[in-house]
């Protein structure tokens, strides 16, 4: 499937050229709930074994948000950044999301959309890549977390890596109770061998892997 086609299948006002970025609009975030924090907190367990039901589009959108969403015009964040330089990259491997087709994305937090890098189921190499995983390649999405860490050594030189590390946690930590709050269940994963999620993520050089959440419906 070329880029295109599979831009009108996400959006017809792509196909006609109405935007030439690529760039995939997701459903607006909700900033209340049903569910309290304490409840998402007694709720929250490592998932790993999903059901086949995909997940909606809304779902989806809501998860990213809760990793890296901007909640400020200042362009302040869901999850706390040392000097608000925000090192983290977040991306989306998508196999079954409503409205979504199969494929690599990455979130853009300040236009809350996703850009299209790979076409495609990639579950199954993701899994690979991560030691063999199979939760990796049954849930219906997974969120990846990577840093570049230029963005924060360059102020605070060498423990800028640690505060990338720190930001990961609170950002992993926002999806995992999201998921909780939606009535979803994940895992965070850490085992994985860097260079090969980094090649199926399409990740640029700069870019270091650190976390990957599968999330699904039990």
Same mark, same amino acid.
């Given at each position: 499937?070329?880029? @295109? @086609? %599979?831009?009108?299948?996400?959006?017809?006002?792509?196909?006609?050229?109405?935007?030439? &970025?690529?760039?995939?609009?997701?459903?607006?975030?909700?900033?209340?709930?049903?569910?309290?924090? *304490?409840?998402?907190?007694?709720?929250?367990? &490592?998932?790993?074994?999903?059901?086949?039901?995909?997940?909606?589009? *809304? =779902?989806? +959108? $809501? %998860?990213?948000?809760?990793? $890296?969403?901007?909640?400020?015009?200042?362009?302040?964040?869901?999850?706390? &950044?040392?000097?608000?330089?925000?090192?983290?990259?977040?991306?989306?491997?998508?196999?079954?999301?409503?409205?979504?087709?199969?494929?690599?994305?990455?979130?853009?937090?300040?236009?809350?959309?996703?850009?299209?890098? +790979?076409? #495609?189921? @990639?579950?199954?190499?993701?899994?690979? +890549?991560?030691?063999?995983?199979?939760?990796?390649? *049954?849930?219906?999405?997974?969120?990846?977390?990577?840093?570049?860490?230029?963005?924060?050594? #360059?102020?605070?030189?060498?423990?800028?890596?640690?505060?990338?590390?720190?930001?990961?946690?609170?950002?992993?930590?926002?999806?995992?109770?999201?998921?909780?709050?939606?009535?979803?269940?994940?895992?965070?994963? #850490?085992?994985?061998?860097?260079?090969?999620?980094?090649?199926?993520?399409?990740?640029?050089? =700069?870019?270091?892997?650190?976390?990957?959440?599968?999330?699904?419906? @039990?």
């Amino acid at each position: 499937m070329d880029r @295109r @086609r %599979l831009l009108a299948m996400l959006n017809p006002a792509l196909a006609s050229g109405g935007q030439s &970025s690529g760039a995939v609009p997701l459903p607006k975030p909700r900033t209340a709930g049903n569910v309290s924090v *304490e409840q998402a907190l007694h709720a929250r367990r &490592s998932l790993r074994s999903y059901s086949r039901a995909a997940l909606a589009l *809304e =779902e989806a +959108a $809501q %998860l990213l948000w809760a990793a $890296q969403g901007v909640t400020s015009p200042s362009g302040y964040r869901t999850a706390p &950044s040392a000097g608000a330089l925000y090192p983290l990259e977040t991306l989306l491997c998508a196999g079954r999301i409503d409205g979504l087709p199969p494929g690599v994305y990455r979130y853009r937090p300040d236009r809350h959309d996703l850009i299209v890098l +790979a076409e #495609g189921d @990639r579950r199954a190499e993701l899994a690979a +890549a991560a030691l063999s995983q199979g939760w990796v390649r *049954e849930a219906p999405a997974v969120v990846a977390l990577a840093a570049v860490y230029r963005r924060v050594t #360059g102020r605070y030189l060498q423990r800028g890596v640690r505060y990338a590390w720190m930001e990961a946690g609170h950002a992993a930590q926002n999806v995992l109770l999201q998921a909780a709050a939606l009535g979803l269940g994940g895992v965070p994963v #850490g085992a994985f061998d860097d260079r090969a999620v980094a090649r199926v993520l399409r990740l640029s050089s =700069e870019e270091e892997p650190l976390y990957l959440i599968p999330v699904g419906r @039990r």
